[in-house]
């Protein structure tokens, strides 16, 4: 018998199948990857529900529903990042590069500040907050993939734009929040299902992750223009006008490449050119000073330009907050605090780095002001098409507001934490063999735009 007609002779014996159980056939059956599943959910929950506030009074917050139904998202963000700190080992060794580790650090020096709060429990509870969704945030990124995560992200945040809308329209009293001025009037904002601040900060972030998707060659839908559409209405009527520079800077980020292609350069110097012979023409027929300042007046909620020239109040909240801080500068005041002990000035610090310096002390300042310059160097010397514009969004924004590691850490850390993640989770997938690209493509190569697994 020759060699071809023995091979084709051969019969291969079935393999013996294992033993499933039911729920095991009934997964099978379904073909649904439950642990990704869970990842998707939890971080839509977190992404969404965090940082609403449906009481009329949005200053004050109180133990209620609300805010029990947070906890109880926390702890499922805790359950799920623990399971994936424990069994995966790419996201143990992300969260020990460089970037993340000075979140670390500061929900390190969260814990050592508890005691010295006046608050302990609401002090404690904000710091393991910040540790659940860095934990919560890192799996899904190892687990879902960049283009699943901001998927998601995109899905939860235009789900609080829409309710933000329909609460606007239906139930007005929380809807709507007016701002009272010193002048004694009042400022009308849309807030939606949150402070207005916090509507801008979500509406701006989903504008800039829509333009991240469409510049990574992801399909233009009508639902993804409409949400956009809505998203720029819900900006506007909040009058944040820190979100509304923020999305600006962002998107021209986002977009810096098509920008400074040369025909587009072209243009802009004519622009510039025309804009300089314009501003001259109008400085020569009065005076300038006060033309200008009627001007700015427009883009102030009371009318008076001052109110811009002290960042509408916040040069006085900064200043009481630094000498607060050298008062008590090893440890700070603790997190969740600065609504009392600045009552009399504002509830909140309104700048990124002060807020955590307020919270744990000057170290936590430090390690605050390294995260963030080492974002900035990584923006302008190492680009990256998805960090960069999430990045520029929050570093324009912490500016002027708190933004990340507020009293319950919400979609903005989360967004702060996936863009830190993003470099080096591209590194360790480059150089982890049992990572295929067919597998991983969502992950591995930001030329690449698939999903994982």
């Given at each position: 018998m020759s060699l071809a007609e023995y091979e084709s002779s051969r019969q291969i014996r079935p393999q013996a199948q294992p033993f499933l159980t039911p729920a095991q056939q009934f997964q099978r059956a379904l073909d649904t990857p439950v642990v990704p599943l869970i990842g998707m959910m939890v971080l839509f929950l977190a992404s969404f529900g965090n940082l609403v506030n449906l009481a009329i009074d949005k200053q004050n917050v109180a133990l209620d529903g609300q805010v029990l139904a947070k906890l109880g998202v926390l702890a499922l963000c805790g359950i799920y990042g623990a399971y994936g700190f424990l069994n995966e080992p790419r996201v143990r060794s992300l969260i020990l590069t460089l970037p993340l580790m000075w979140v670390v650090t500061i929900i390190a020096l969260y814990v050592v500040a508890v005691p010295s709060s006046v608050m302990q429990t609401e002090s404690l509870a904000s710091a393991v907050s910040i540790a659940c969704v860095l934990l919560m945030s890192v799996t899904c990124l190892v687990q879902l993939g960049v283009r699943t995560v901001l998927d998601t992200i995109f899905h939860a945040v235009s789900a609080f734009v829409v309710l933000s809308w329909l609460v606007y329209f239906v139930a007005p009293q929380i809807g709507i929040y007016r701002e009272p001025?010193?002048?004694?009037?009042?400022?009308?904002?849309?807030?939606?299902?949150?402070?207005?601040?916090?509507?801008?900060?979500?509406?701006?972030?989903?504008?800039?992750?829509?333009?991240?998707?469409?510049?990574?060659?992801?399909?233009?839908?009508?639902?993804?223009?409409?949400?956009?559409?809505?998203?720029?209405?819900?900006?506007?009527?909040?009058?944040?006008?820190?979100?509304?520079?923020?999305?600006?800077?962002?998107?021209?980020?986002?977009?810096?490449?098509?920008?400074?292609?040369?025909?587009?350069?072209?243009?802009?110097?004519?622009?510039?050119?025309?804009?300089?012979?314009?501003?001259?023409?109008?400085?020569?027929?009065?005076?300038?000073?006060?033309?200008?300042?009627?001007?700015?007046?427009?883009?102030?909620?009371?009318?008076?330009?001052?109110?811009?020239?002290?960042?509408?109040?916040?040069?006085?909240?900064?200043?009481?907050?630094?000498?607060?801080?050298?008062?008590?500068?090893?440890?700070?005041?603790?997190?969740?605090?600065?609504?009392?002990?600045?009552?009399?000035?504002?509830?909140?610090?309104?700048?990124?780095?002060?807020?955590?310096?307020?919270?744990?002390?000057?170290?936590?300042?430090?390690?605050?002001?390294?995260?963030?310059?080492?974002?900035?160097?990584?923006?302008?010397?190492?680009?990256?098409?998805?960090?960069?514009?999430?990045?520029?969004?929050?570093?324009?924004?912490?500016?002027?507001?708190?933004?990340?590691?507020?009293?319950?850490?919400g979609m903005p850390t989360i967004v702060w934490i996936v863009a830190l993640c993003l470099p080096g989770l591209d590194y360790l997938n480059a150089n982890d063999p049992n990572v295929s690209p067919a597998e991983n493509g969502g992950v591995l190569s930001w030329n690449s735009w698939g999903s994982v697994r």
């Open positions: 001025l010193p002048d004694g009037q009042f400022a009308v904002r849309m807030s939606g299902l949150a402070h207005p601040n916090t509507l801008g900060q979500f509406s701006g972030l989903l504008i800039v992750i829509a333009c991240i998707q469409s510049v990574r060659d992801q399909p233009i839908t009508k639902w993804r223009i409409a949400m956009v559409l809505l998203a720029a209405g819900a900006l506007i009527g909040s009058l944040s006008r820190t979100s509304l520079l923020a999305t600006i800077v962002a998107v021209a980020v986002v977009y810096r490449r098509q920008i400074l292609r040369r025909e587009y350069f072209v243009f802009f110097v004519w622009v510039a050119l025309i804009g300089s012979v314009a501003l001259m023409v109008f400085g020569t027929t009065g005076d300038l000073g006060d033309k200008i300042e009627s001007k700015l007046a427009l883009l102030s909620k009371s009318g008076d330009t001052s109110e811009l020239t002290s960042a509408t109040g916040r040069a006085e909240i900064w200043a009481k907050a630094i000498s607060m801080i050298r008062d008590q500068p090893l440890t700070g005041y603790g997190a969740a605090t600065s609504k009392i002990h600045l009552a009399d000035y504002s509830l909140y610090t309104h700048n990124l780095i002060l807020n955590i310096a307020f919270s744990c002390g000057v170290l936590g300042g430090l390690a605050a002001i390294c995260m963030c310059l080492g974002r900035v160097r990584a923006l302008l010397f190492q680009p990256h098409v998805v960090a960069d514009g999430l990045l520029a969004f929050i570093l324009v924004n912490g500016l002027f507001e708190n933004v990340i590691f507020a009293n319950l850490a």
